[in-house]
């Protein structure tokens, strides 16, 4: 395919900086919209706004985290707060969203399933000790008040969710742990800041029977180009992450892809068509491809959920 259909010099450009304070790096948000004689020329590829938005609330919506069948999604919501909601389908009408169980008090963001669908992981800057202050993070090359994080676990309880559970200091070894996902045997992969040059790079703990291996940084990202938001597949063949990296322009997030290889993960390739978003997930079945991206189609843009086919961007054996 050519990266044409999606090159930077095509897109709508908005003309506002933000600062991405649920994701924890700076940004310039672009919106996820080809013209119609784009989308005709590769329909397969053309974004979508993931369908239950146009009738969602206004806010940030981004990181949708399904239940195995599909049914349920968990996402995080900014309008103001900061937290993670939840929504379901019924009928084939998804509901309107509400505040997750385990969510509303402290600043939760960034949701993840367990491939099998038995516990949730999330980030927040809820303190390691009741009654501490709320953890200060890191990220845009400064100390972040308030804005930490650290990766909890809720385990599913029949029809609801226990109370969340902080994972071990091997993992939460510092107060700007961010991004999780959840490999098919437990693996995390998560964010941080390396600890050289302060620009987020990719991580890996290996699960084990109670615990965690210490977490290893991946070859995706070096710590000089940062490397974030990173999607598994449940086997971990593939990864999606996003990036400021060649072939992206200065303050542009693109999504790339990595292949698990004898072992080693291969030299990171931007998506083709090129896409520019961040908060990249991995459908259940693996077909779609969410990530979140401004929307600027109303009167005021909103970063929102957008989806593509995996596979008209990710050749899969």
Partial sequence: MSNRLFAPHLLRRLSITRISLAFGFFLVAMPAVLSKAEAAANPAAAPSLFQPEAAWPGGNDSAPAFSPDGKTVFFTH????????????????????????????????????????????????????????????????????G???????????????????????????????????????GSIYFNQPDPLTRKSHVYRAQAKRNGFETPVALSISDGSHPGYDVAVAPDESFLVFSANRVPAEKDQSLLFVAFRRNGKWTEPQALDPH???????????????????????????????????????????
């Fill in 78 to 145: 900014r309008d103001g707060a900061i937290t993670i909601m939840m929504a379901t389908l019924h009928n084939g009408r998804w509901s309107q969203p509400q505040v997750a169980p385990f969510s509303g008090q402290w600043r939760d963001i960034e949701p993840a399933m367990a491939p099998d669908g038995s516990y949730l992981v999330f980030v927040s800057n809820r303190p390691v000790k009741a009654g501490d202050a709320p953890l200060t993070g890191f990220f845009g090359g400064r100390s972040q008040p």
């Fill in 147 to 185: 804005a930490g994080g650290n990766i909890w676990r809720v385990d599913r309880k029949g029809d609801g969710w226990g109370e969340p559970v902080r994972l071990p200091d091997s993992i939460n070894s510092n107060s700007a742990i961010y991004s999780p996902a959840v490999a098919g045997d």
């Fill in 275 to 317: 896409l520019e978003g961040i908060e990249a997930r991995l459908s259940p079945d693996l077909k779609t491809l969410y990530f979140e991206a401004d929307d600027a189609t109303g009167s005021k843009p909103y970063g929102r959920i957008f989806q593509v086919p995996l596979h008209a961007y990710i050749p899969l054996r």
